[in-house]
């Protein structure tokens, strides 16, 4: 897939509604999820000025950002120009600017901090782009970076290994758990590799966490999905052996069960029904809301306490430009966005 087809792809995604309603982006930017993220930039040690969201998509991180850095003058950068003009209506103050996914159009240093939400198992050249938001950072700057992890123990990585090919190769050569594929990933990346290619570019790992070690993973597919989601990460899987088939089957059947016990949560207890049975009506529903705030805290807990065990599902890097990096790259004429 070249440049101008990748771009293709995003634009037909974003003029329909990837990422808009669905149970997912609900998830992810509300509630547990999104405080993993408010976390993570509060590890940035600086007051930002001017920062970018690299790969911002229609904008859905852009209120956060400004929340947490009410000083800064945010901008936004996706290859997809149907996203970026989203972005643009939503936040008309904000300036946003679609472009091939090589080269963002900014100079050179100028940024204090580029933020970057699972966009990097999406682009067609990693090297390229780690290249291209190291650039964009002034010397003493910040990167915070978030992507999905392939280090060993996470959950995702464990189910995984329950599968004959859970370890499949994607268009550009590069290793992606079974289950992504649907999804446009490219790569599963460890951390270490991770940032090893960001440290080529002169930036400095100064924190590290992770999610996604157990309970994250749960509270992802059991409320941030859909029985679809988990039809079509189970469904048609050749197992490992006889005792992965067990487990998979296991697995399905009480993730399936669990995301459609949640539901009901949304009982109407205000309909006619007789004594009998609204009673039986207020006890499941209290029974749903109790195992619903109990898959909560728990991954609250384990992002609580367990952020620094690298065996998890989703990584949250933070890199710091060498202040005596000065850059020698021969940055083209582009002008400032108006």
Same mark, same amino acid.
Request: no cysteine; hydrophobic share 45%; glycine share 2%.
């Given at each position: 897939m070249d440049n101008r087809s990748h771009q293709d792809v995003y634009d037909a995604r974003y003029a329909g509604d990837y990422m808009e309603a669905d149970a997912y982006t609900t998830w992810v930017h509300e509630g547990l999820a999104a405080q993993r993220v408010r976390d993570t930039l509060r590890e940035v040690p600086i007051s930002p000025v001017r920062l970018l969201d690299y790969g911002c998509g229609q904008g859905k991180w852009v209120g956060l950002l400004r929340s947490q850095f009410p000083a800064a003058s945010v901008s936004g950068v996706d290859v997809s120009s149907v996203a970026v003009e989203k972005a643009s209506q939503k936040y008309p103050e904000c300036k946003f600017a679609d472009f091939d996914g090589e080269r963002a159009p900014f100079e050179n240093a100028t940024f204090d901090m580029v933020f970057s939400f699972h966009v990097l198992e999406h682009v067609l050249d990693?090297?390229?782009?780690?290249?291209?938001i190291s650039r964009l950072i002034r010397p003493g700057g910040f990167a915070c970076i978030i992507f999905p992890c392939g280090n060993r123990g996470s959950f995702e990585e464990r189910l995984v290994r329950l599968a004959k090919d859970g370890r499949q190769t994607s268009t550009t050569?590069?290793?992606?758990?079974?289950f992504e594929r649907g999804e446009g990933h490219l790569r599963r990346m460890?951390?270490?590799?991770?940032?090893?290619l960001f440290e080529a570019q002169g930036m400095r790992l100064r924190r590290e966490f992770y999610s996604g070690q157990l309970f994250a993973s749960l509270d992802w597919l059991i409320r941030g999905t859909g029985p679809h989601?988990?039809?079509a990460m189970f469904r048609g899987v050749e197992p490992a052996g006889l005792v992965s088939r067990v487990?998979?089957?296991?697995l399905y059947v009480s993730l399936l069960r669990a995301n459609r016990f949640l539901r009901f949560?949304? =009982?109407?207890?205000?309909? =006619?029904r007789s004594p009998i049975k609204k009673l039986a009506a207020m006890l499941v529903k209290g029974a749903a809301m109790r195992a619903d705030a109990t898959i909560l805290a728990s991954a609250r807990r384990e992002w609580s306490q367990r952020r620094a065990d690298k065996g998890g599902a989703v990584q949250y890097l933070i890199f710091q430009k060498g202040e005596e990096l000065r850059t020698t790259f021969a940055a083209p004429s582009v002008a400032e966005l108006e």
């Open positions: 990693i090297t390229a782009t780690i290249y291209d050569g590069e290793e992606i758990f079974y460890a951390s270490a590799d991770a940032i090893q989601y988990i039809n487990k998979l089957r296991l949560q949304n =009982l109407d207890l205000t309909r =006619l």
